[in-house]
């Protein structure tokens, strides 16, 4: 790989030419039908929707920038043919591996790009920082608020924005986690501005899946592609797991010695459970479904072919109001008659904890830089995006006048439903939305429209700038907070598509965390090989097991 210093850095050639391969590329391209570099004809085409946006491998001049010049390289010693035939193999490796998903009633491979996404171990470490951070504030608010609620009393925050929350539960009252802990995995979805700074678009501290997509992103990737992990200091992210069940087998009360966790799921026709079966097996514990256990005694008890056995954790993968039909949904058959009462009692944890969904409400969101100083007096260290709360006069008066130029989303929105793009709609339907806004105040915000950064993706037979978001995953074992380096990129694959979900089309990317020089730590295919086993906490959990069935895929939350 040839080095390069700022002044030598490659650069496309100006929109609708060729660019030229470097003297690397050119050495190791083959004669093709089509020249290496092709597929980057017209990348920064002046015409491209959005193109105020941020690209994350190119400055505006064409020049690649620092982090991504040895990919760009590789990439552009390939032809349309070579990158042709590589997504087709990942498409395979996908099928293979049961990661599918249904769109329009027909199955197909969840959508994992050829080009990665890169990020500097600087930046990275920014990210990891703000990403702690606003996971120890969020702490510190839950438990305020199903507790002294002092930050209401004092007026930081105003009452009704916590009684008036879909989310709060009043049955959490009571129920004090043995370490403290209640969001033991959260996913923080942040975007870039059209400045390139890294902003929180939202919370996830209820439920957050797609980790499965990261590690098995990157299995792909290495398959696939194991040259561009050859050039390149990579941190690994096969080892989530370990940190879950360790953060898990934390969350017990201080009296268990050998804690029994199980993984709750609703069962295989739920969309995440390719994802609750990946984790339970390489955590090496139990996946459990609600008529498996039940409580007696406020203690919650597995049926296994050994007899009953407790329960200490259950890191429980379905919603609040079909955890206990004793308290929530009677007629629920998902979850555990009484286990809100068993965790009132002390003798089970439920992971995550019951009512976090008011922490991530997305009219709560918008007062979490107001947390972070109230509780850890601190400056955020990662901004908001801009939003204006139709709840407040003022803000709505605003967002009334400028509808047609914001993005009007609703509070209990999720998947990128309900979303209005204010540029994009007719009259008519910002009429519709006005009413809607008037009539339930509390019920939306707005937003600026914000020109999501993008990165290179595989269209067709080229190489075309498309949207992208980042959901870093954070465990929280009650002494430190681990943060996933890298987390899941989603990509918006229609051309000029801000939504990301992959509900409505999108997909996903391997993110590459880069490894400082001077580091020791371990990068990709430096580890075990895949499918080795490791010890974690006296059990034995998989690196990288190989999945022999074909399982449905989980599609994203958001």
């Not at 491209?48 to 390289?73: C, I, K, N, S, W």
């Not at 555990?336 to 922490?359: D, E, F, H």
């Amino acid at each position: 790989m040839t080095s390069m210093n700022n002044n030598s850095a490659p650069r496309l050639p100006p929109a609708g030419r060729r660019p030229r391969a470097t003297t690397s590329a050119r050495r190791a391209a083959k004669p093709r039908a089509s020249k290496p570099g092709a597929q980057f004809d017209g990348y920064l085409s002046p015409s491209r929707p959005h193109a105020g946006a941020y690209d994350e491998m190119f400055t505006a001049d064409g020049t690649v920038r620092q982090p991504y010049r040895a990919l760009y390289e590789s990439i552009s010693a390939l032809t349309s043919t070579d990158l042709t035939s590589r997504s087709a193999a990942i498409d395979r490796a996908m099928v293979d591996q049961g990661i599918t998903f249904s769109l329009s009633g027909q199955e197909r491979p969840f959508p994992l790009d050829l080009v990665p996404r890169v990020i500097t171990s600087s930046e990275w470490s920014k990210l990891e920082r703000g990403v702690a951070q606003r996971v120890r504030a969020l702490e510190a608010f839950l438990a305020d608020a199903y507790g002294d609620r002092q930050i209401l009393r004092e007026g930081v925050l105003p009452r009704r924005l916590i009684t008036s929350c879909e989310h709060f539960q009043r049955e959490a009252f009571g129920i004090n986690p043995p370490n403290g802990v209640r969001i033991h995995v959260s996913g923080v979805d942040l975007v870039r501005d059209e400045e390139g700074t890294f902003r929180v678009l939202e919370d996830n501290l209820r439920n957050p899946s797609g980790v499965s997509y990261v590690m098995e992103n990157r299995r792909t990737m290495a398959r696939v592609f194991p040259d561009l992990f050859a050039q390149h200091r990579v941190r690994p992210v096969g080892d989530y797991a370990s940190h879950l069940l360790r953060a898990l087998r934390a969350a017990a009360a201080a009296n268990v010695a050998d804690p029994m966790v199980v993984v709750l799921t609703p069962g295989v026709h739920n969309s995440a459970y390719f994802e609750h079966s990946l984790l339970a097996r390489l955590m090496g514990v139990e996946l459990v479904e609600g008529r498996d256990m039940f409580c007696r005694d406020n203690v919650v008890y597995l049926r296994t072919t050994e007899g009953e056995q407790q329960v200490d954790v259950i890191y429980r993968r379905i919603d609040d109001e079909f955890l206990d039909p004793v308290h929530y949904r009677p007629d629920s058959v998902l979850g555990v008659a009484g286990v809100l009462n068993a965790a009132r009692a002390g003798n089970v944890v439920i992971a995550n904890a019951v009512g976090n969904g008011v922490g991530d409400d997305k009219l709560v969101y918008t007062y979490v830089p107001e947390m972070v100083k109230y509780y850890l007096n601190e400056k955020p260290l990662l901004p908001n995006v801009d939003t204006f709360r139709c709840w407040l006069p003022d803000e709505f008066d605003h967002v009334m006048q400028h509808m047609d130029e914001l993005v009007i989303k609703p509070v209990e929105g999720s998947g990128g439903y309900g979303i209005v793009f204010g540029p994009e709609a007719t009259p008519a339907e910002l009429t519709a939305l006005k009413r809607k806004v008037r009539a339930n105040k509390r019920g939306w915000i707005a937003q600026p429209v914000v020109q999501l950064s993008t990165v290179p993706s595989k269209v067709d037979e080229r190489l075309a700038p498309r949207h992208v978001d980042l959901r870093p995953f954070a465990v929280n074992d009650g002494k430190e907070i681990f943060v996933l380096p890298g987390g899941l990129t989603r990509v918006a694959l229609p051309e000029g598509s801000l939504v990301v979900n992959s509900s409505q089309g999108g997909g996903s990317k391997d993110t590459w965390v880069l490894a400082p020089r001077s580091s020791t730590a371990e990068r990709e295919l430096e580890r075990p090989a895949l499918g080795a086993l490791s010890h974690v906490d006296g059990l034995i959990a998989e690196q990288g097991p190989e999945l022999t069935t074909t399982q449905q895929q989980q599609q994203q939350q958001a």
